[in-house]
Each structure stands twice: as C-alpha cells, then as structure tokens.
C-alpha cells in the first residue's frame, strides 16, 4: 500500500520525511508545555529529533504504523503529527501539535481524517486513543472527533514530565 496522503479542508496530512527535523525540534519537541502529557521529555537538540525521526520513518517503512506530519493547506511546513498504529482487529492513536496552532480545532480536523481512513483498513473494527486526566483538551479534542468515552485506566501510563509513577488516562474509542 502506497503511504496515503490525508486532506481536509485546512490541512494536509502527509508523510514526514528526515527533513522535517528541525521543524519539530523548533516548534514542538523542546517546548515543555507541549511535552506536559507526552510519554517522552523534551528534546534537547536537533540531532536528538533527528534520531526521533528515524525510528518515526522506519516504523512508516516496515508497515508498524501510518505517521503523518500535519501541515496547513498551502504551506507544508510541520506543525504536529498524528499516529496510527493498528494492531489486528483494532488500532490506537497518538497526536501533537505546536502550541503556536492550539485553540483552532486543528488537530480535531486531522484526528477526524485518520478515523475516518482507519475505517477503510480491512479488519479494523475498534480505533482507540487515551490521555492523561488532567489534559482537557487533549479529552475535548477525542469528544469534538466522535470518539466515546469509556473509562479511567487506573496508573496506565507514565508521562515523564509529570511523574515518573504511572498516571491514570481517560480512555476513547470509536467502534464500527
């Protein structure tokens, strides 16, 4: 299968290519209020995002998981990314985007786009993502893109910036 390039009416989801580096670094990856919830620190160089970059593209090559760089319509500059990663009869998801572009519904337009090509894989049945319960607008951006909510995963996930104990995440999902 051919990587599949996503558009919706302000965006352009497409591959991420080695390139991409340095506007990840600069507009994400180092700022701490963007890495808050992730499951990963900041980034503390270009050459720490590269390396993050390639195991993004070697996961893409071997077909593990389907990563687009999120740009606007017209510019293709990076500015987050969205991840698919399906497994058998269900795949989950995981998103990011600068905070430059928090605020403008952007990233409930890209979630939307890779649900709905989620659907069109043969097998997949369930499309689920989690975060953690104090990021409120991660759970409004699940709720805007039609996903339910179906409960806490108690002490699920360890999000470094905020404690290096597991954290209790709120769950989502859409089902066909």
Known sequence: MEFPTLETPRLVLRRPRPDDAEAVFFGYARDAEVCRYMTW???ESVVQTEGFMHNILARVDEGKSFTWAITQRG???LIGMIELRP???????GYVLARAFWGRSLMTEA?????DFAFTLPGIYR??????VDNIASARVM???GLTYE??????TIHPNISDEPRDVRCYARVR
């Open 41 to 43: 620190r900041p980034n």
């Open 143 to 145: 709720e805007k893109s």
């Open 151 to 156: 409960g806490t995963l108690r002490r699920d």
């Open 127 to 132: 499309v689920w993502g989690v975060c953690d």
């Open 111 to 115: 979630l939307l786009a890779v649900l």
């Open 87 to 93: 497994d058998g009869h269900k795949a989950d998801f």
């Open 75 to 77: 510019d293709d500059t």
